[in-house]
């Protein structure tokens, strides 16, 4: 319980850092002052911190957390501690649902945008489940996820190809990642997504930790096999389509977080792992929306610029260390 | 107690539905009973499909034909919850669960007895140190299963089993991965099992001495054959067992219970000390020898003591050896 509430300290300090520090300097005392309402200052000092920093942190914060848990629903139902939305291709899926939306069909609104997502993310999820079966080895069936990103990457490219600069204009700046795109009044929208995706899966923590013994051990534990892992699949298109939709593909986030949560918490009891995870997923993408911004300078750097800087090192650090990590064997 | 009948199976068919509604079968017809109280050990070699039926059993796979009853209910009326109180299983299935402690894994063997949330309660709590408790590995609780032997990982899936409440237990294999003690442990703790809680416990195994020496009931399942089923002495004496590993190269001594390669045997007579004429016999089998009623016709060994043998070779003569290696040396020199 103590590790639960350190990590939601540091998540509050965050959040904290995140309204605080931005490419314009606004005195930490005007900045509390503004959150309480009695700033008398530039209207532009409140602006920035309630308009801008406030939803962006509020984004940050639940788009961290459903790509971390999508991550860790992957690797507990695949059974495969290096899956994750972005090396599955699904991100890419997403990606590609919504290059579709906004290059051939103009569409704007934000449930298109999440629906066509979804339907991209779902799309690779079905190819990639049908490989599972198929191909048993970890590392084998990984690499069929990333061909799946390079054919959806490969796809979104030609879609450019044919359509107008605008257009391309508009979903390149989409598809830098990052947290700014989602303002005051789209917040609640993206925020019931990913707090229905979140919920969704402390429903599922039982089955989950059935599903660590594998799915024949599961199912004579009585679980519903087929209907678990439809609600699984389920639950990880809806989080990473989410976060996709409003964000931006954002790499790394949900293959690494449940690592720092599995090795933090020194666990894989989906009990505990589940509320840390969402929790670390949190932390680590407002950490990263704070190491956005150039000191000195006001312009930001692009998302997925920090993200692989804090996740590829904890990725290799796993790898080489597996054989002492529980987890792992 | 009384012995029950808990799961048998009529005219069953098991394999594989392939595409197009053809059908792999692997048998066609088997008539099986399991009775509680029992370790009932189903023998076979490699692609007998010892695990196809294990897994038709507990209704992983679907029959072909015929008829599975549990508890004298036919095995398809029952629910996926309901089957999962009655028929437990420890699998061959690599799991992912180095990560969890010992009690927690035990403790998922709760799952069908909990609610949503898997929430334990105090009598869960119970359970599941009776469990531990069962298979001795109480004080590894709070470790990781990563860090346990393959032993003591199979006492752990055989006390989630336990936990699970089942009365009915199939093990896939559980002695395959093991060393020579783990092996025993293992069986030992089986029987006591099915003695102390009355299950009925069915495992598979190519371990032909632990299921002769443990096992109450042996299942002999071959590709071309009928399924044969007995105690194991009876198997062996009736030449059940003989004729059911017949192979080039291999023939199942009846005297030993053990597999041996079927040399041109030279008679050599043992009799004396119970101890140490047994194990005589043992290096004279592995040496090509056949141990016989000692005759005149032949050389025989007599046994007095360990340190202490007299060997009489045919023609009169007579040696002496004060060790099993020495004796082995007077036969390959002076026998014929």
């Known amino acids: 319980m103590k590790k639960q509430i350190f990590l939601g300290i540091i998540l509050l300090l965050l959040f904290a850092c995140n309204l605080a520090y931005g490419s314009l300097s606004i005195p930490l005392k005007s900045v509390i002052e503004i959150l309480f ?3 008398e200052g530039k209207q532009t000092w409140a602006q920035i911190v309630l308009q801008s920093r406030l939803p962006q942190a509020v984004t940050a914060l639940l788009a961290g957390s459903s790509l971390a848990i999508s991550g860790l629903l992957l690797q507990t139902l695949f059974k495969n501690p290096l899956a994750g939305p972005s090396i599955l291709g ?18 704007g609104s934000y449930v298109t945008t999440i629906l066509s997502a979804f339907a991209g993310a779902a799309v690779v999820l079905i190819i990639i489940i049908y490989f599972s079966k198929k191909v048993q080895n970890n590392v084998m069936f990984l690499i069929i996820g990333i061909m799946m990103g390079y054919l959806a990457s490969s796809v979104i490219s030609i879609l450019n190809y044919h359509a107008s600069a605008d257009k391309v204009h508009q979903y390149v700046m989409w598809g830098m990642g990052d947290f700014s795109g989602v303002s005051l009044e789209k917040l609640p929208y993206f925020a019931s997504f990913a707090i229905a995706g979140l919920i969704l899966s402390l429903l599922l923590i039982k089955p989950l930790n059935a599903l660590l013994l594998g799915e024949t051990y599961a199912a004579n534990l009585g679980v519903k096999i087929k209907s678990t892992r439809i609600l699984i699949l389920l639950c990880t298109g809806l989080l990473t389509a989410t976060a996709t939709a409003f964000c931006g593909p954002i790499s790394f986030i949900g293959l690494a977080v449940p690592h720092i949560a ?24 407002l950490l990263c929306n704070l190491l956005t911004v150039v000191p000195g300078s006001n312009s930001v750097l692009p998302l997925n610029a920090i993200t692989p800087i804090i996740g590829a090192p904890i990725i290799i650090y796993v790898i080489v260390n597996r054989k002492n990590i529980q987890y792992f064997n | 107690m009384k012995q029950q009948i808990t799961l048998s199976a009529f005219n069953l068919g098991i394999g594989y539905r392939l595409r197009g509604g053809k059908e792999k079968v692997i048998h066609p017809n088997l008539n099986l009973q399991l009775y509680s109280g029992q370790v009932t050990c189903l023998l076979g070699m490699n692609g ?87 298979v ?11 860090e346990l032997s393959d032993g003591e990982r199979q006492k752990v899936m055989i006390a989630k089993v336990l936990a699970q409440e089942c009365p009915i237990i199939v093990l896939d294999e559980p002695t395959a991965f093991l060393d020579v003690t783990s ?8 029987r006591k099992l099915a003695k102390e809680q009355n299950k009925s416990i069915l495992l598979s195994t190519h371990d032909l001495d632990l299921a002769i020496q443990m096992g109450d009931c042996l299942w002999l399942q071959s590709r071309d054959n009928p399924m044969k089923r007995g105690v194991p002495e009876d198997l062996i004496l009736d030449n059940s067992l003989e004729s059911f590993f017949r192979k080039d190269g291999i023939v199942f001594d009846r005297t030993t219970g053990k597999l041996s390669s ?27 020898y056949l141990p016989s009623t000692p005759s005149a016709d032949y050389t025989s060994i007599k046994c007095v003591s360990p340190t202490e043998i007299e060997i009489k070779y045919a023609n009169g003569t007579v040696g002496h050896a004060c060790s099993i290696e020495e004796m082995l040396k007077c036969l390959t020199n002076r026998i014929l």
């Open chain 2, 136 to 146: 001795g590995i109480t004080h590894k609780s709070d470790t990781y299963i990563s």
């Open chain 2, 48 to 134: 007998a499909g010892k695990s196809t039926l294990l897994r038709t059993l507990c209704r992983f796979q679907p029959s072909l034909s015929g008829e599975i009853e549990i508890m004298g209910k036919p095995i398809n009326l029952f629910t996926q919850s309901e089957l999962s109180l009655t028929v437990g299983v420890v699998l061959t299935e690599k799991t992912n669960a180095g990560g969890i402690t010992v009690f927690e894994l035990v403790s998922l063997g709760r799952h069908p007895h909990t609610g949503f949330f898997g929430q334990l309660k105090e009598e869960d709590y119970k359970i599941i140190s009776a469990s531990l408790d069962a």
């Open chain 2, 183 to 190: 092996r025993i442990e293992i069986m030992i703790l089986l």
């Open chain 1, 37 to 39: 309402g009695s700033f």
């Open chain 1, 90 to 107: 699904i991100s890419d899926g997403a990606n590609l649902g919504v290059a579709i939306a906004m290059i051939y069909f103009s569409v």
């Open chain 1, 262 to 285: 599995r090795l933090t918490l020194g666990s894989s009891n989906h009990k505990q792992l589940v509320p840390v995870t969402i929790l670390a997923g949190g932390c680590v993408a």
């Open chain 2, 262 to 288: 079927p040399l041109s045997k030279i008679p050599v007579g043992v009799e004396g000390d119970f101890n140490t004429s047994y194990w005589a016999g043992n290096a004279l089998t592995r040496e090509g």
